[in-house]
């Protein structure tokens, strides 16, 4: 049994950090939080040149071919560093839709713009409150247009193109659900900046009107690409989870060493260091979950719907708890503005909705092992 | 990343099926199947007698301790081949229970300190399962800090005399030997002043008092030393080096990886999926959902947590301090579904008896068992300490008995 990265895949986890940790600073984040800019577009070129938007896409389509397990620890190393880019809806969303369902022509247009970093890309899933659901789909298609409004839209004001799901009729059934993709800078659109929780990464309101889209897979099959979609990502992001957890029990552990009150370092008291304890358990517990979730997902295997919402519960719950008590553990100075905890807990939050909220995993996870014992 | 085993460790594994379908008491696998933590005993037979059987079939046949050198009763085996044994023997581990402190904790002690003809004359038995062995350490003054321990150990001529009382053992009752700590030294500082010895437990002046617990059973036991006498050559290290000693004890448990601790879901999670509430199967609802579901996730984390250690040991690295977190975890886990179970069941949840409560009464059993798994082995708290402090790096306590002699620390905390 070999339950790990491999030597060359924490290799790469080890460069993918070094390289973050100069061009990803606390500093670089900040200014995109305090809104310079709507992302930091200097960071995203390295990212292509060091090779890791496209480590998953094939050679053929400009990627780099290596694999999901390659990806997984550069998700890892993106939370951590809370990277203000939008590596998770252009790699995670767009890049896994079009490599389940994209035709030929389409991945050639869209993977290798992916992966040189020409091209942003987004899933236009939600509109408005609830989860993923096809009933929760009302934007239409019909004679190769699509009306509607989509939102929120990860990074969808700075979005090239939009993979979007559609209602092509109402029979009630999955099938009503089809995905299209969308050229953003072409007519019939129009976008909408959202104020959002995790203002690092942008959300966005997009209106559809008579908007020009191309189908993405076979008709009635785009309900079941999408399930597949978001659980792909949902390991994706857990990795991003995971690494952010680390990072948040990291500077509360380093804050814990380093202030003194009542003439000792604060790391001393047991409600100190119980709470650190307990957030290493959740961190661990998440990892652990996560790495199930990247051997299903590497190796496409049937207990990858189980795997993915395990992990997706496991790593929301574990970065959301450290998050919240690195910034007990900072005490007030957790709460200014000016120390980065707050970077973190925005995150966190914002990253346990993004595919769903944790009691819809919830309810997905106990749906999938009901399937799992019942075959 | 992969599940499968090297060609070496396929070999074994089928090895150790093999012989495990062969001999294995398969009578009684169901029975052990379904047991749970407060539910381990069997309908018709003695677990204990059942348990000494099948290790001393095991010990005959060289799968006794399969990590301890073969001259001491072992198989000199890797410790990736116990982690694959104990995954072959599955419920047929469950009856390694008895043993669990003998061979985690007394073996290695004794392999670490006792003379070389104690080992080659101790040592077989207890991997055989022949001799049961406990461990003599808590006291009613020291739990959770066991250093502040009070038996006395007095040297008289070629022994030592022994006055004092233990608390909390595990299996006093059926043990044939113990490993003891006992104080050789009051006048320095608590840590500095212990000392470790093996004894017969038929010694005269030694007396074991089965404590009834909370539960109702009694696994744990009061045992009393009125002049108890120990030769000189069952001491096990250094005299005042005690506390040294004890650390092996307890750094052997802690290596032990793959055992799996318990947590309940499985028997939570058979039992809603068939279970029907007043508004239809508790499967389909809500609030049912989202409990099973965040209890899904730990055990799932746990398992796979120690998958990771396991391929440490696979790749013949040494594993990471993850493991730490298995007991902290399933220890509060198991009470909370246990509650949970009986909440399900509404008032009949109040009724534990076998013949009449729900699913045979066995979340009513894990319910009133449960305090102990938190307690026993190092209490949640000393868990969470050994986390902050061994993992993340963070200062130890304060101690303000640390350079005080210990008949200077105060024993009462109000007058």
Known sequence: MNFDFSDDQKQLRDQARKFLTEKCSPKAVRAILDGKAPYDKALWKGLAEMGFLGVAIPEDFGGAGAGHLELCVIAEEMGRANAPVPFSSTVYLAAEALLIAGSDSQKKKWLPAIASGEAIGTLALFEGKGNPSPKNIKLTAANGVLNGVKKPVADGAIADFAVVAARTGSSGRDGDIALFIVDLKGGGVEVKNLTNLDPTRGQAEITFRDCKAEPLGAAGEGWSILTQVLDRAAVLCAFEQVGGSDRALEMGRDYALDRIAFGRQIGSFQAVKHMLADMYVSATLARSNSYYGAWALSTNAGELPEAAAAARISATQAFQHCAKNNIQVHGGMGFTWEFDCHMYYRRANAMALGLGSLSYWEDQLIDRMRKKNAA | ?415
Not at chain 2, 95 to 123: V, W
Not at chain 2, 153 to 172: F, L, P
Not at chain 2, 209 to 238: M, W
Not at chain 2, 276 to 282: K, R, S, V
Request: contains cysteine; glycine residues 10%.
């Open chain 2, 1 to 415: 990343m992969n599940f499968e085993d090297t060609p070496q460790e396929a070999a074994f594994r089928a090895t150790a099926r093999a012989w495990i379908a062969a001999n294995a008491p398969q009578q009684y696998e169901d029975e052990l199947r379904k047991s749970s933590l407060g539910r381990t005993q069997l309908k018709n037979a003695n677990i204990l007698e059942v348990a000494k059987a099948w290790q001393k079939k095991k010990a005959d046949a060289g799968w006794a301790c399969l990590h301890w050198p073969k001259d001491y009763g072992g198989r000199g085996s890797s410790p990736i081949e116990r982690v694959i044994w104990q995954q072959e023997e599955g419920p047929f581990g469950k009856l390694s229970g008895m043993f669990i402190i003998g061979h985690g904790m007394c073996g290695p002690t004794m392999m670490a300190f006792a003379r070389e003809e104690h080992k080659r004359s101790y040592l077989p038995p207890l991997a055989s399962g022949v001799k049961v062995w406990c461990q003599l350490f808590s006291e009613p003054a020291g739990g959770s800090d066991v250093a502040g321990l009070r038996t006395r150990a007095e040297r008289d001529g070629e022994d030592w005399v022994i006055n004092g009382q233990k608390i909390w053992t595990s299996g006093a009752h059926y043990s044939d030997y113990g490993i003891l700590l006992t104080r050789t030294d009051p006048n320095v500082a608590k840590h500095k002043g212990l000392t470790m010895f093996f004894l017969d437990m038929k010694t005269p002046g030694v007396e074991v008092r089965p404590i009834k617990q909370a539960s109702g059973a009694s696994d744990f036991n009061e045992v009393y030393f009125t002049n108890v006498r120990i030769p000189d050559h069952q001491r096990l290290g250094e005299v005042n080096d005690g506390w040294n000693v004890s650390l092996t004890t307890l750094m052997n448990e802690r290596m032990s990886i793959g055992a799996g601790v318990s947590t309940g879901f499985p028997e939570l999670f058979d039992y809603c999926s068939s279970l029907m509430l007043d508004d239809g199967p508790a499967i389909e609802d809500r609030a049912v959902r989202a409990k099973l579901a965040n209890w899904a996730v730990k055990a799932s984390g746990l398992r796979y947590t120690s998958m990771r250690a396991i391929s440490a040991l696979s790749k013949g690295e040494r594993p990471g301090p993850e493991n730490s977190i298995g007991k902290l975890v399933a220890g509060s886990m198991i009470q909370d579904v246990a509650t949970y179970a009986l909440d399900l069941q509404g008032a009949a949840g109040v009724v534990s008896g076998p013949e009449d409560a729900e699913v045979a009464g066995r979340f009513q059993a894990m319910l009133l068992r449960a305090p102990g798994t938190r307690v026993e082995g190092g209490t949640d708290e000393i868990m969470r300490n050994i986390i902050a402090e061994r993992v993340l790096g963070l200062p130890g306590d304060i101690r303000v008995d640390k350079d005080v002699p210990f008949n200077k620390i105060p024993t009462k905390g109000r007058s």
